[in-house]
């Protein structure tokens, strides 16, 4: 069974509203989890370092006013994009491990568009 | 500079072929995954391996893991439709963060 969840899978808004999309690590503590964005026929692309109880850590050239990350529990963080634009749509996949060793899991990922 | 070197990005055989997908580096790896990902979807764990010389088995689906744990290849016997998708080998670089490193995934098509 899923590992990490990730929720919604598909969410619609309109340009200039927030949305948040939550990763949960299922049977196991993250102390980091991962976010990242996918483009259509590439490889995942890092945004930023998700860690419980402090601020994450962004990539370069993401900006994190834009992409706001809360990891508030071992087991839950939020990706919150702010005033979306519809180039913002786009494939967000979360990742956690810790508690399998070096193994990383993934979530479902979420599909957003913005209209 | 890709740390991760996946080759090939594309292929396409037919039915009953066998392949090998490769993953190089000149990095050291504490780890390396291989995932499979399907459209529209988030990447399916198929394997970890972490012991330089590795050789891992599922089902027709063969990962080795370099002495030097440099390199990783993912070998497919007897392909069939459904082994189509986005291969993706990614590692975590001994000493260095928590973060993945990707390749840059390679697109399987298997005709039947």
């Known amino acids: 069974g899923a590992v990490v969840s990730q929720h919604p899978s598909r969410v619609i808004c309109k340009s200039g509203t927030s949305v948040k999309i939550e990763c949960r690590s299922l049977?196991?503590?993250?102390?980091?989890m991962f976010w990242y964005r996918q483009f259509p026929k590439k490889s995942l692309m890092l945004m930023a370092t998700?860690?419980?109880?402090?601020?994450?850590?962004?990539e370069q050239g993401v900006e994190k006013d834009k992409f706001l990350i809360n990891h508030a529990s071992l087991t839950l963080s939020t990706l919150t994009v702010t005033s979306a634009h519809p180039e913002d749509s786009s494939f967000y996949i979360c990742s956690a491990g810790g508690a399998h060793g070096n193994t990383i899991y993934f979530g479902e990922g979420s599909w957003l568009t913005v209209v | 500079t890709q740390l991760l070197e996946q080759s090939p990005q594309f292929l396409s055989i037919q039915e009953g072929e066998n392949l090998t997908v490769y993953c190089n580096s000149s990095s050291v790896f504490s780890s390396l995954q291989w995932y499979r990902q399907e459209p529209g979807e988030g990447p399916v764990l198929l394997v970890t391996?972490?012991?330089?010389?590795e050789v891992k088995k599922l089902k027709r689906l063969t990962f080795q893991f370099g002495d030097a744990r440099k390199d990783s290849s993912l070998h497919i016997t007897a392909a069939q439709p459904g082994d189509t998708g986005l291969y993706l080998c990614?590692?975590?670089?001994?000493?260095?963060?928590?973060?993945?490193?990707f390749g840059k995934g390679t697109k399987l098509t298997v005709n039947p």
């Open positions: 049977d196991f503590q993250a102390t980091t």
């Open positions: 990614a590692g975590i670089i001994q000493g260095g963060s928590e973060k993945l490193v």
């Open positions: 391996v972490v012991t330089g010389g």
């Open positions: 998700s860690n419980e109880g402090s601020k994450a850590t962004y």
